[in-house]
């Protein structure tokens, strides 16, 4: 697939990964990859090496705050609220799209509309590769985990229910 076949959101994706110089490629699937069991069946790999991304809005600055999971956790929304010096919400679809620019289920990790405040779960690091979004709920690429922390400005950090 080139990046002329990729869909606009992907393309976006492809752009900003070509721009930090990585070479990581994004591909589109017919099957969904919007939640991580569906990412990682699509894939063929383990849940655990799929990058949840979740994005949640600050109460009191209204800014969105951005985690990047792995798929099997559970964020801890108070150790998540620790972090960021306030009290969080689970944003919303409308907010989420505003916030990054794209869909939820494809969020990606970067290209996003604007700067976000980024946690990075360190259990990701575990893993010589990960899975993220790459813009739309079938599109998806394969990174170094370890890139995460270049490509967001992100903070690791212990966020697991």
């Given at each position: 697939?080139?990046?002329?076949?990729?869909?606009?959101?992907?393309r976006?994706?492809?752009?900003?990964?070509?721009?930090?110089?990585l070479?990581?490629?994004?591909?589109?699937?017919?099957?969904s990859?919007?939640?991580?069991?569906?990412?990682?069946?699509?894939?063929?790999?383990?849940?655990?090496?799929?990058?949840?991304?979740?994005?949640?809005?600050?109460?009191?600055?209204?800014?969105?705050?951005?985690?990047?999971?792995?798929?099997?956790?559970?964020?801890?929304?108070?150790?998540?609220?620790?972090?960021?010096?306030?009290?969080?919400?689970?944003?919303?679809?409308?907010?989420?799209?505003?916030?990054?620019?794209?869909?939820?289920?494809?969020?990606?990790?970067?290209?996003?509309s604007q700067?976000?405040?980024?946690?990075?779960?360190?259990?990701?690091?575990?893993?010589?590769?990960?899975?993220?979004?790459?813009?739309?709920?079938?599109?998806?690429?394969?990174?170094?985990?370890h890139?995460?922390?270049?490509?967001?400005?992100?903070?690791?950090?212990?966020?697991?229910?």
């Amino acid at each position: 697939m080139t990046e002329s076949d990729l869909s606009s959101s992907a393309r976006t994706v492809q752009a900003a990964l070509d721009a930090l110089g990585l070479p990581c490629q994004v591909v589109e699937l017919s099957k969904s990859t919007r939640t991580s069991q569906e990412a990682a069946s699509a894939i063929g790999t383990t849940v655990a090496q799929i990058v949840k991304t979740l994005v949640f809005k600050g109460r009191q600055s209204g800014q969105a705050v951005l985690v990047l999971a792995s798929g099997v956790n559970r964020v801890s929304e108070e150790r998540l609220m620790a972090l960021t010096g306030e009290l969080i919400d689970k944003a919303n679809a409308d907010f989420v799209r505003e916030a990054t620019g794209f869909v939820i289920g494809g969020v990606p990790p970067l290209g996003h509309s604007q700067p976000l405040r980024t946690w990075i779960d360190e259990d990701l690091l575990q893993f010589n590769e990960v899975w993220a979004a790459a813009g739309t709920p079938h599109a998806v690429f394969c990174l170094d985990p370890h890139d995460l922390i270049r490509m967001t400005g992100g903070q690791i950090a212990a966020i697991k229910a």
